[in-house]
């Protein structure tokens, strides 16, 4: 996994491989398949007082406890509207699991390497510190997320 992300952010050939997608507004990320825990709808949540504001609560799964990271906030973008709960995909970072709070979910999709890409210049500086690479899907870009960047900077943030 180490020389896969290494590859992508020296723009070095990536190799064709498997992504979980989510939403969040309007832009479509992708996860490796392999950092995946689970998908779970919203859970409750216990605030952490002075916790930086990305940072929505814990959640208890099943004796685990899990940050949850609400992506929107960490992309700074509006709040969802009031009756729409976000989803959580639970990811494997080297620090533990971490839920990340997303809008949608969707499809676990292959990917050719000849599709991948650098971040495009004309990305809001929020989403591409937290991506390392995009693949040219027929309709969207599919930007794949670092989860490792998008937790570290959390931590940046609580500094």
Known sequence: MATETTSIRTGMA??????????????????DVVRVQEVLRFQQMTRVPKAPEVIEGLINLRGQIVMAIDMRRRLGLPPRSGDQDPMNIVV???????SLLVDEIGDVLDVDA???ERPPENLDRATREIICGV?????QLLLVLDAERTVDLVAGNAA
């Open 14 to 31: 990536q190799t064709s491989g498997q992504y979980s997608t989510f939403f969040v507004a309007d832009l479509f990320f992708g996860v």
């Open 92 to 98: 494997r970072t080297e620090d533990g699991a971490v």
């Open 114 to 116: 000849a599709t991948w």
């Open 135 to 139: 693949y040219k899907m027929k309709d």
